[in-house]
T-cell receptor, first 117, second 114 residues
Framework: NAGVTQTPKFQVLKTGQSMTLQCAQD?????MSWYRQDPGMGLRLIHY???????DQGEVPNGYNVSRSTTEDFPLRLLSAAPSQTSVYFC????????????????FGPGTRLTVL | GENVEQHPSTLSVQEGDSAVIKCTYS??????FPWYKQELGKGPQLIID?????GEKKDQRIAVTLNKTAKHFSLHITETQPEDSAVYFC?????????????FGTGTRLKVLA
């Protein structure tokens, strides 16, 4: 299994440009999420999904859109990039873990380092 | 809203000493508590986790304890080694409430001094 993959690894944008960060997992996980991590700070949840066709907002959703058309893919779209969106973005996936013995481990991708000029 | 507080933000210990990182959660419906280690330039990796029906769990030099009444859980690393130097995050997940989100603490930078 490849686990959680993210592309690109690095990206530089100009203010106002749009782009999509790609995330894919091959573990058949229902739950997928996007976080941003700013220097010296923790992980802040942007959006998450509990299955194909279902998405919800996290704590910092403004300026970002997501969709979940398949179980495997969960792209994050920046609509009009701003310097405040300069950050490292992590995608993660896990099972829903609601069963007593189900593995709840959340697997993270390697991250995308985004700079907005 | 849900919140997880983590302390300390930085921790320096001598090699061979123990390190303890503490977290407090606000959502009483939380019932799954993982700890992640993040090395420089990498994504976080799970190192140990605990469910709310267990008070303590050990895996070699690391252990996690949970006090549901006080809504506290802690990571204990014994016999620290230089390779333990990293940022550690705690998190809480409310499986019972069906929200499924992981709420993360703000992280602890651990430095193990040789």
């Amino acid at each position: 299994n490849a686990g959680v993959t993210q592309t690109p690894k690095f990206q530089v944008l100009k203010t106002g440009q749009s782009m999509t960060l790609q995330c894919a997992q091959d573990m058949n996980h229902e739950y997928m999420s996007w976080y941003r991590q700013d220097p010296g700070m923790g992980l802040r949840l942007i959006h998450y999904s509990v299955g194909a066709g279902i998405t919800d907002q996290g704590e910092v959703p403004n300026g970002y859109n997501v969709s979940r058309s398949t179980t495997e893919d969960f792209p994050l779209r920046l609509l009009s990039a701003a310097p405040s969106q300069t950050s490292v973005y992590f995608c993660a996936s896990s099972t829903l873990g609601s069963g007593r013995d189900r593995n709840n481990e959340q697997f993270f991708g390697p991250g995308t380092r985004l700079t907005v000029l | 809203g849900e919140n997880v507080e983590q302390h300390p933000s930085t921790l320096s210990v001598q090699e061979g000493d123990s390190a303890v990182i503490k977290c407090t959660y606000s959502d009483s419906a939380s019932n799954y508590f993982p700890w992640y280690k993040q090395e420089l330039g990498k994504g976080p990796q799970l190192i140990i986790d605990i469910r709310s029906n267990v008070g303590e769990k050990k895996d070699q030099r690391i252990a996690v304890t949970l006090n549901k009444t006080a809504k506290h859980f802690s990571l204990h690393i014994t016999e620290t080694q230089p390779e333990d130097s990293a940022v550690y995050f705690c998190a809480a997940r409310g499986l019972a409430s069906g929200t499924y989100k992981y709420i993360f603490g703000t992280g602890t930078r651990l430095k193990v001094l040789a």
